[in-house]
């Protein structure tokens, strides 16, 4: 008999686990298929999270002996998102002038406070049919034993997609892979029921993924229309050959034609892509090219089809990275540096507004670059700009790092080319910059926002915001949970929000101090959740806590984080960064989970107060947009008064005679 029922207990331990891993899965796949399928939805990949949040914790919230109707059409929703997409394609449409959005589509589809509490809204429903699979079974077991179960479905997830990602698989072995995990959830009962939508899910992904041209990197949806590549549905880049970027007037070749005392020897192109500017550089004369490129694919695309062929000349040495790490870690120093067209079309996690590039034009990027320039050397970015506000931006921020203005080529309409030598005598220019108007605020690493005009929430955000607090609002309503009974667990609805702060804060840090590439992304998610593992694996093993204790050491923790500046965590060497970054950004999370695993253990309804602290996430996703009016460094003060509140609210629970459960029921078996 106590062996059957061990068994029965690890039965539910192992479905927990295939439940959490599905849920963590199918949201981060969601985050990386909707935004390169519906255009001008992965700078917003944010609000796929949020949604993510929400159907999760509506499905923790929702009881036990309600909403199995949810669990039975679970794949439907899902089905349905992808269907609709593949075959009824959608735009996020966006005439903001107060934030850039880089693209060359025809702006079409219905405005962004229409389409994206659309899909936040189709998220939240898949994600709360998935959440419920994943409640009912968290709640069989003791919450700590359950909430470890829960984490490690999480790592499971969470390691999965980014091996998927690092092997560049196409969306249709995603699908497969949700597919067949919600199979074995949904059990026998629901085979046909299940097998349907999933099916045509499936098969809408393999036609996708078959479609000529078409390819994924760790980053985007590629479609080659050689010789142009377009990501995520956008053009992005196109090759050409030599002869057509050494034409006169060419933007490829305005810094060799401005530096001409320069010698060109070596080479550092950032944003190497298809390798224009590579082919450039070598006809030249460089001796040596050192291409930085962020993705894979878009390097690999280049070396296979550049007519130019600059990839294959032994003088080109190829660094998969990110160019703000790369300039970080070498000690070379080049005659020019070259910034082209680094226009990223994403955002680093979907936790953030940091995009791929943003740290590439700061201040301290600026700074870094001059450091790596030879005597007498150049340093050269182009785009296409859009306004006059951004060219003035980087022109001014340019002028101030090098002492004197930089010279300005301009193509068309806002397309130029900013061009600084070391010194005046190191540049020969046509034209010097000369601002339009009002020179904006250089970005900086702690308010890494090149494209936001000025230090404020565009009022497309918050418009966007308020349409989801309204759909958050009127989901709980429906679902029919009461909202008085979730008030007890305040502290934990706060506790969420300050998590998912001290999470995209930390996502934030190592993007800086190694690089905005998935990889680190993958990483710190992945370190974040063994953080959290270990405090609930502490706390299992300890019949009692000291709570203020903790709280202490929380705060004091995160206190350290926020007296030390980024530029002095960056200056150390690659071990000592790497230790001190771990350090700062692990120690607030273990003791953090140290306290929430205690009143998780404590709780009366377990399962309502993870829900209550998943919506609490929500919360903490959308305050992350106050970074874009007071920088990064400054949440980690809102943090600590979010986590101050949550000790707060919970003495005022003992106070008011919560019931506790017993402690021997609390702690596994």
């Known amino acids: 008999m106590k062996l059957s029922k061990t068994r029965q207990t690890d039965a539910v331990r192992w479905k927990l686990l295939l439940a959490s891993a599905t849920m963590l899965f199918v949201e981060l796949a969601l985050i990386r298929w909707a935004g390169a399928n519906v255009v001008h939805l992965s700078y917003f990949s944010n609000f796929i999270l949020l949604g993510s949040f929400l159907g999760i914790g509506l499905g923790f919230l929702i009881p036990a002996a309600r909403g199995q109707w949810l669990k039975r ?6 089905a349905v998102l992808v269907v609709l997409v593949r075959e009824y394609p959608v735009q996020v449409r966006q005439n903001s002038s107060e934030v850039l959005f880089f693209t060359s589509v025809k702006v079409t589809g219905l405005p962004e406070w229409v389409t994206l509490p659309a899909i936040f809204l189709l998220t939240a429903v898949i994600m709360t049919a998935i959440g419920k699979i994943t409640a009912d079974y968290f709640r069989l077991l003791p919450p700590l034993d359950a909430y470890r179960y829960d984490l490690l479905g999480g790592l499971t997830g969470s390691v999965c997609f980014a091996l998927l990602s690092w092997l560049r698989a196409p969306s249709v072995v995603w699908g497969l892979l949700a597919a067949a995990a919600l199979l074995i959830l949904g059990g026998r009962r629901n085979i046909l029921r299940y097998g349907i ?36 549905g956008i053009p992005h880049q196109a090759m050409a050959p030599l002869h057509v970027l050494l034409e006169e007037n060419s933007n490829y070749r305005q810094a060799y034609d401005q530096t001409p005392a320069n010698p060109h020897k070596r080479v550092l192109v ?3 892509g298809n390798g224009n500017d590579v082919a450039v550089a070598l006809a030249y004369g460089a001796e040596r090219v050192d291409a930085v490129e962020i993705d894979p694919r878009l390097q690999q695309i280049g070396a296979q089809l550049h007519p130019a062929k600059p990839y294959d ?5 190829v660094h998969i990275n990110d160019g703000r790490a790369f300039l970080e870690r070498t000690h070379t ?40 320039l030879a005597p007498n050397g150049a340093f050269v970015m182009y785009n296409y700009y859009r306004t006059s506000w951004l060219v003035d931006r980087f ?49 900086s690493d702690d308010h890494p926002f090149p494209y936001l005009l000025h230090r404020n929430i565009p009022t497309l955000y918050l418009g966007v915001l308020g349409a989801i607090l309204l759909v958050s609002l009127l989901s709980v309503r429906l679902t029919g949970v009461r909202i008085r009974s979730t008030l007890r667990y305040t502290d934990m609805f706060l506790l969420g929000a300050a998590f998912m702060l001290l999470e995209t804060k930390n996502v934030i840090n190592f993007a800086l101090y190694f690089g905005t590439t998935w990889l680190v992304n993958a990483l710190v998610f992945i370190g974040v959740l063994l953080a959290v593992l270990a405090g609930v694996e502490v706390r299992r093993r300890l019949p009692r806590v000291n709570q203020p204790l ?56 377990p399962t309502s107060a993870f829900g209550a602290n998943l919506l609490g996430a929500l919360t903490g996703g959308a305050l992350e947009y106050l970074a874009l009016v007071t920088g990064y460094q400054a949440l980690l003060l809102v943090v600590a008064l979010l986590y ?24 596994p078996t």
């Open 73 to 78: 059409w679970a794949p439907i929703p899902l």
């Open 197 to 232: 939508p999933l099916t045509a899910m499936v098969a809408a992904l393999f036609v996708e993924s078959t479609t000529a041209g078409s390819s994924w990197s760790p980053y985007y949806k590629i479609q080659l229309f050689n010789p142009s590549i377009s990501v995520n």
């Open 270 to 272: 950032i944003g190497a």
């Open 313 to 317: 000349d032994p003088r080109v040495h």
């Open 333 to 372: 120093r080049y005659d020019l540096v070259v910034l082209a067209l680094p226009d990223s079309l994403t955002l680093v996690s979907g936790a953030s507004n940091l995009r791929l590039e943003s740290y590439l034009f700061t201040r301290q990027a600026f700074e870094a670059a001059r450091e790596h």
């Open 395 to 443: 022109a001014g921020s340019l002028n101030d790092v090098y002492g004197h203005a930089p010279c300005m080529t301009t193509f068309g309409q806002n397309a130029a080319v900013l061009m600084a030598g070391m010194t005046p005598a190191d540049q020969s220019c046509k034209q010097t910059w000369q601002p339009s108007g009002a020179v904006p605020a250089a970005a």
């Open 550 to 605: 903790l709280q202490v050491l929380l705060l004091a923790t995160l206190a350290v984080a926020w007296l030390v500046p980024a530029h002095a965590v960056l200056s150390l060497p690659f071990a000592l960064r790497l230790a001190a970054a771990i350090a700062l950004a692990f120690a607030p999370v273990f003791y953090a989970n140290l306290i929430f695993s205690d009143r998780l253990a404590l709780a009366p309804d």
């Open 644 to 667: 101050m509140g949550a000790f707060v609210a919970m003495r005022f629970a003992r106070r008011a005679g919560e019931p506790v459960r017993d402690e021997a029921v609390a702690r």
